[in-house]
């Protein structure tokens, strides 16, 4: 640790090339020792880039963001997979019809995507497997006149 903190001692500059090559613990305990003494923020910002790219590294680029805004391993979701059941029906928008425990009412939650919009907005369909999106809205403009 005694080399690390030597590290710190640095310019921000020195720091900053000398976190290529760190371990995911050294880096942290570089974290730790920066938060506790110097509080440099564009050295706080060095190490965090430097952990979220350790992170994806060892966790082949999976890694589950926590609220810090660090990607650590140790925050990874470990679970099982969701057991759901297939699609049986889909809606008009072709969006697949599954029963979720999402909660519609949170405000990240678009729950009606098309509220506000017009009859020619909503008839103008862009997922046509045998057109090409410019073809679409070609064809879709000479049907106006």
């Known amino acids: 640790m005694d080399d690390l903190n030597k590290l710190l001692e640095g310019s921000v500059t020195n720091v900053k090339a000398a ?41 082949g680029g999976m890694v589950k963001m926590t609220t810090g805004g660090l990607g650590i391993a140790s925050g990874l979701d470990k679970s099982a997979p969701a057991d759901l059941a297939a699609a049986s029906e889909f809606s008009t928008s072709g969006a697949a019809r599954q029963l979720t425990d999402i909660d519609v009412g949170h405000p990240a939650v678009d729950n009606d995507p098309r509220a506000n919009t017009t009859e020619t907005m909503n008839r103008i369909d862009f997922n046509d497997p045998g057109k090409s999106g410019r073809d679409v809205v070609d064809d879709a403009l000479k049907a106006r006149g």
């Open 19 to 59: 976190l290529r090559g760190l371990s995911h613990d050294d880096l942290l305990k570089l974290q730790s020792a920066e938060k506790n003494g110097g509080k440099r923020e564009a050295v706080l910002n060095a190490i965090d880039s430097a952990l979220n790219q350790a992170d994806t590294a060892r966790t």
